[in-house]
């Protein structure tokens, strides 16, 4: 028998385990996967929530609108800082403005002026800013009152 083969044979017969320079690679392999995936989720979840904001505030403008044409009323909102206001106007008399918390902690809203509905179904045209952090979602409100949204 050789001196090589019977160190090669020693070997293999008692290495258990990793090395040392096996498991750091391992590691690093996984610490930068993690954190990739960190960065990539958090984006994620930061965009679920403003589409889930943008969502319930859509709703609630398209009934907005429902209400005006079925009820034959003028709507109109606008935007207080995390609150959004509502009244409506039959002939010539306006309600009260009717304010509630429109939802998210971090999120903010920002929209100029008022978004008025008519009995007809249309609308004033209106961008409304959604933010989270570096994400900005905008929700425009067309002349004839349709709504989309898009990430900008």
């Not at 392999?29 to 403003?50: E, W």
């Not at 079925?70 to 709507?75: A, E, K, P, R």
Request: net charge positive; aromatic share 10%.
């Amino acid at each position: 028998m050789d001196v090589n083969d019977a160190i090669d044979k020693h070997f293999i017969i008692y290495q258990k385990g990793f090395s040392l320079i096996e498991i750091l690679v391992a590691l690093v392999i996984i610490s930068t996967m993690t954190a990739l995936f960190n960065v990539s989720f958090g984006k994620m979840y930061h965009k679920s929530q403003l589409k889930t904001a943008s969502a319930l505030l859509k709703q609630t403008l398209i009934n907005s609108r429902l209400t005006a044409i079925t009820q034959n009323l003028s709507v109109q909102h606008k935007i207080l800082e995390k609150m959004l206001c509502t009244r409506t106007k039959k002939n010539q008399d306006w309600n009260q403005w009717n304010c509630k918390h429109l939802n998210g902690e971090n999120i903010n809203y920002y929209m100029k002026g008022q978004i008025n509905f008519s009995s007809r179904g249309f609308a004033s045209p209106k961008t409304i800013k959604i933010y989270l952090g570096e994400l900005t979602l905008s929700l425009i409100i067309n002349i004839n009152g349709s709504i989309r949204e898009e990430f900008t």
